[in-house]
């Protein structure tokens, strides 16, 4: 005989059912999220009373539907779906002919996409989107078959969602104009296409298949400032098409969402920082990417397979502009000091473009005057000291100097990886040089006075060193110095002395031993920039001490000595560097 109750003992078995299953839920909710429930403390009861109510009029009434309503005022606010900013919970949970599963289980998508979003945001003492998943995960291990609150029925476990998963995804960067490099072309730097690959401009993922890659790296439009990617999404299953799939851009330039319909086919449009109105910092010195997010996702819930779930790919987008600098000097005119004063140089020629614009030129111009200032002020100084330091008289400098004399270029910017947008981009630089490094022609002459002798000196330094260099950093190179090492070069030219005895009474004579110690030395070229990345155009020269060792004979007192004989002190004759 069944045992039938009244309708008073029903509804005091519920009530009594109601709280056992309350304590429950509560419980549930401070293991998931304890520092929460530490902060409520006794007001607990009362928490979960005020949200039972809440549930009840929102048609939530499976405990799990309960708890996971809960979690999210834990974390965003008690009754926060009715304040202003928290439209999307109200959406979620009041949707007509839509499951309480589906509801419940969409508020905690949603929630997590909120935290996502202000996870990069200091101080908002919200948990991470992993804590809030974990803390799901608990809930719905411990409720999800603990059927309805208060219910004397059999327990009924709450199905969460159906059926909502993204089957693919295509990202393709659209090129709208033609893109560009600079090349040496007829003897001439010109702007040549880029061939590239359209194969390698797009990256596919399917469900079942690997993930997108966690970063795609793009090129700015050659024809704008703005990167621009087409997305597709297909999702044959979607749990609500006003919901899912979603898809979330997150960048320094805006935050926005797309969802349903508007994901099967869009274009993403990715800023990137303008170049410098007045050129780079530093030749060949790469721009920094700007950084953006893209999220795509659904419920990560399927009827068969593994879902795909939610995709993260961070966008890196690279400056596309390319430059170009080249310039050309001469050889300096010829000094003869101090019968008259150095002539004027002749200015030097420079070119500078930014993906075919002219761009100013004066500063390069003027630094390559500059060189040809500091070696007229270094030879200057060069007839001084050969004067004091070796004692002649009538003292005469010549020289014939070339100093970076002749043409070079170097071309540089971001190009993209052969390996397609999965591979970071490589910065291309390319140089053509065809210099004379030094050859300063120098003769230096006078007449010395020494220990009863007078002779006529003649000190020669005529070596030549030329620096020839054609390559470009490609794709598979790491190190652009070592690239670039053989764009500059490092010289040693010695000095050659020459001796002419002047008779006088006393018929002491001089002879110079070879070799005389000294040299001119230096370096001149391209070398990586000293403040870091980049490279920078450089010369330096220098005089080593040059003495020599001449050998005295005097036939009256029948005397032969050795007798070492500065002529020139250690100097720097050009120290100069051109960004």
Not at 30 to 35: C, D, L, N, S, V
Not at 118 to 137: N, Q
Not at 156 to 171: F, M, P, Q
């Amino acid at each position: 005989m069944a045992l039938q109750l009244t309708l008073e003992q029903q509804r005091a078995l519920e009530a009594l059912a109601l709280q056992r299953d309350l304590a429950q839920v509560g419980a549930a909710l401070a293991r998931a999220f304890p520092e929460a429930a530490a902060r409520i403390g006794e007001r607990q009861a009362a928490l979960l009373e005020l949200g039972w109510r809440r549930a009840q009029a929102l048609g939530l009434a499976h405990a799990l539907a309960l708890a996971r309503y809960l979690a999210a005022w834990f974390v965003f606010g008690v009754e926060f779906e009715t304040r202003p900013g928290f439209e999307w919970a109200q959406q979620a949970l009041v949707q007509d002919q839509a499951s309480e599963g589906l509801r419940v289980f969409q508020l905690g998508r949603r929630s997590r996409e909120e935290l996502q979003r202000h996870a990069a945001k200091p101080g908002t003492g919200l948990p991470a989107p992993a804590v809030f998943d974990a803390a799901l995960a608990l809930l719905d291990a411990e409720l999800a078959g603990h059927g309805a609150m208060g219910s004397l029925l059999p327990r009924e476990r709450l199905v969460l969602g159906s059926a909502c998963d993204i089957d693919a995804v295509d990202v393709t960067q659209i090129e709208s104009g033609v893109r560009q490099h600079y090349a040496v072309e007829q003897g001439r730097w010109q702007r040549v296409p880029t061939g590239l690959d359209a194969e390698l401009q797009r990256v596919l993922s399917t469900q079942g298949n690997a993930p997108l890659p966690a970063q795609l790296h793009l090129l700015g439009a050659a024809d704008s400032s703005q990167a621009r990617l087409r997305l597709r999404c297909l999702a044959r299953h979607v749990c609500d098409a006003k919901v899912h799939p979603l898809v979330n851009f997150n960048g320094v330039h805006g935050h926005y969402d797309r969802r349903g319909p508007m994901t099967q086919d869009l274009l993403v449009t990715l800023p990137h920082e303008p170049p410098r109105a007045d050129g780079p910092a530093a030749m060949a010195a790469g721009s920094p990417a700007a950084f953006s997010e893209l999220t795509v996702a659904g419920c990560g819930l399927r009827d068969s397979g593994a879902p795909m779930g939610e995709q993260h790919v961070a966008l890196a987008v690279y400056p596309p502009e390319q430059h170009m600098l080249a310039w050309r000097r001469e050889p300096s005119p010829g000094f003869d000091l101090p019968a008259q004063a150095p002539p004027p140089a002749a200015a030097p020629r420079g070119r500078r473009e930014c993906d075919g614009k002219a761009q100013d030129v004066q500063a390069l111009q003027a630094g390559l005057a500059q060189l040809d200032t500091q070696l007229a002020e270094g030879l200057a100084r060069l007839f001084i000291a050969w004067e004091r330091e070796s004692g002649v008289e009538s003292g005469r400098l010549q020289a014939e100097p070339a100093v970076l004399a002749g043409g070079a270029g170097l071309t540089w910017g971001w190009a993209a990886s052969p390996d397609g947008l999965a591979a970071a981009p490589f910065y291309r630089v390319a140089g053509l040089l065809d210099l004379v490094a030094c050859q300063l022609d120098l003769r230096l002459s006078g007449e010395l006075a020494l220990q009863g002798t007078r002779s006529r000196l003649h000190l020669h330094c005529a070596a030549r060193e030329e620096l020839r260099f054609d390559a470009q950093r490609g794709p598979r190179d790491d190190d652009l110095a070592a690239v670039f090492k053989p764009a500059q070069c490092v010289f040693r030219h010695p000095f050659v002395l020459h001796l002419e005895n002047i008779a006088t009474p006393e018929l002491a004579m001089l002879d110079a031993l070879q070799p005389v110690a000294g040299a001119v030395v230096g370096a001149a070229g391209l070398r990586p920039h000293p403040a870091g990345a980049g490279l920078q155009w450089f010369a330096r020269i220098a005089v080593e001490p040059v003495v020599a060792t001449l050998h005295l004979h005097d036939p009256l007192l029948g005397q032969q000595r050795l007798l070492p004989h500065p002529l020139l002190p250690a100097m720097t004759l050009v120290d100069w560097s051109l960004d």
